[in-house]
């Protein structure tokens, strides 16, 4: 599974410009690391940062997350979104408190894996179906292998335009209808591997991170080019694109390509990494953020030299599931 799943202290003025900033006083998206802010999903607690990474201050169930183990993160406006062992976590104030949502909010199950959000809508790929929500998460519907899906334990899930695309653990699953119905595309349609461990799509193109490697459908097909060449490891937990750029986590290093993911070129701790293990990945600007089994690892030359940051920073936990900065 992709997800299995107050160190540093702020008083006086300083805990005031903690909470203004995470409302959306403070951070950039520039490609200077130093003005970003990091959200970072440990197995202890969602870790936020206003420096870089410098430091973090950990929220847990002390502050209303459903689990300390978090799977998962995004930011949608001024909101926060956890995706824990115990439900998703909905934050309005910068994380300083969680309002919960579960399974009697209509989640398919307590045990959230990934959240992504779009037009305001919240999708929550869970361990018994994918969930959505139109109204903030007051209420979700759930929706099953009875509509399409590969198989209800959803890994991930990704957003564009009109089109929902779920990995799950038997296939790559597509709704064109807002996730009502899905068809599923497994190794007969090219996949490495049916067990799927997340999907990105940029422009037209579909990225899919399998256990046997990094499966690509070009220029809106289904069908898929699978690629192994370069792979620190064929078991691909995570992929991120940014231009030409294709960031693959892997089980044996960060991968990167230039070229689409025809060819990789592996980065490991030799290269400053705080493990091999790489869990996810996120780009933003010149800025590469891995999440490693061993810490969050900071790139901002290419991958070439990674800056890692761990519980001696703040962070909750040194296992990273997820980031996101901005």
Do not use: P
Not at 55 to 75: K, Y
Not at 239 to 244: A, Q
Not at 249 to 266: P, R, V
């Amino acid at each position: 599974m992709k997800k299995n799943f107050f160190s540093r202290l702020f008083t006086g003025m300083q805990f005031l410009f903690f909470a203004l900033s995470l409302a959306g006083c403070g951070g950039s998206s520039g490609s200077d690391n130093s003005f970003l802010n990091i959200y970072a999903a440990t197995q202890g607690g969602l870790s936020i940062s206003l420096d870089g990474g410098a430091t973090f201050v950990n929220r847990t169930t002390a502050h209303g997350l459903g689990n300390n183990s978090i799977g998962g993160v995004t930011i949608s406006g001024s909101t926060i979104y956890a995706a824990t062992q115990g439900g998703l976590s909905i934050s309005t104030n910068g994380g300083s408190v969680f309002t919960n949502r579960t399974t009697t909010n209509g989640l398919g199950s307590n045990i959230v894996h990934n959240v992504f959000v779009s037009n305001s809508i919240i999708y929550a790929a869970t361990l018994g179906g994918l969930s959505i929500s139109t109204n903030g998460g007051t209420t979700f519907t759930n929706y099953t292998t009875a509509n399409g899906l590969g198989n209800n334990e959803v890994q991930s899930v990704f957003v564009s335009g009109a089109a929902v695309y779920a990995a799950t653990d038997e296939g790559l699953s597509i709704s064109t209808n807002g996730g009502m119905s899905f068809t599923n595309y497994t190794t007969t349609s090219g996949l490495g591997s049916n067990y799927v461990y997340d999907v990105y799509i940029s422009g037209s193109t579909i990225y899919a991170a399998t256990d046997a490697g990094l499966s690509i459908a070009a220029s809106g097909s289904t069908t898929f080019t699978n690629h192994t060449t370069g792979l620190g490891s064929n078991l691909v937990h995570g992929v991120f694109v940014s231009g030409s750029s294709v960031y693959a986590a892997t089980y044996g290093g960060l991968s990167i390509s230039t070229n689409d993911g025809t060819t990789f070129t592996n980065y490991t701790t030799a290269n400053g990494l705080g493990s091999n293990v790489v869990e996810s990945v996120f780009v933003s600007g010149s800025t590469i953020y891995a999440a490693t089994t061993g810490g969050l690892s900071i790139s901002t030359n290419g991958g070439t030299t990674f800056t890692n940051y761990t519980t001696a920073n703040g962070l909750g936990n040194n296992i990273v599931w997820e980031i996101y900065a901005r």
